[in-house]
């Protein structure tokens, strides 16, 4: 259903607080069952990143955002979105939800 939502474009107010509450399920669970504790998805992201020899602008542009961007994410200046958090998950092959805080 995430992925549905995701792709669907643009939501409605309904559609993105209940799509933001299947995030926050998703993100539970996986704490719960999957996720590796005390990890953040910054560090999540930033170990990913080096694991694929990336720099700060090739996260910028995976996430489609200037290239400037890409350090501050990394330095935890800003938040990693729904819509970062699905492109990262797509780019690596795991699921988005352990790069949500």
Do not use: C, N, P, W
Not at 16 to 28: G, H, I, N, S
Not at 59 to 79: D, F, N, T
Request: cysteine-free; aromatic content about 4%; overall charge negative.
């Amino acid at each position: 259903m995430i992925d549905r939502l995701m792709a669907a474009g643009r939501l409605s107010k309904g559609q993105e607080l209940y799509l933001e509450t299947l995030v926050q399920l998703v993100e539970v669970y996986e704490a719960a069952h999957a996720g590796v504790e005390g990890v953040s998805g910054v560090e999540l992201l930033a170990a990913l990143a080096a694991e694929h020899g990336m720099t700060a602008t090739d996260v910028a542009r995976v996430l489609g955002v200037h290239a400037s961007m890409g350090s501050k994410i990394l330095k935890g200046e800003r938040a990693l979105t729904v819509a970062h958090a699905k492109a990262l998950g797509e780019r690596f092959g795991v699921g988005f939800a352990g790069f949500l805080e």
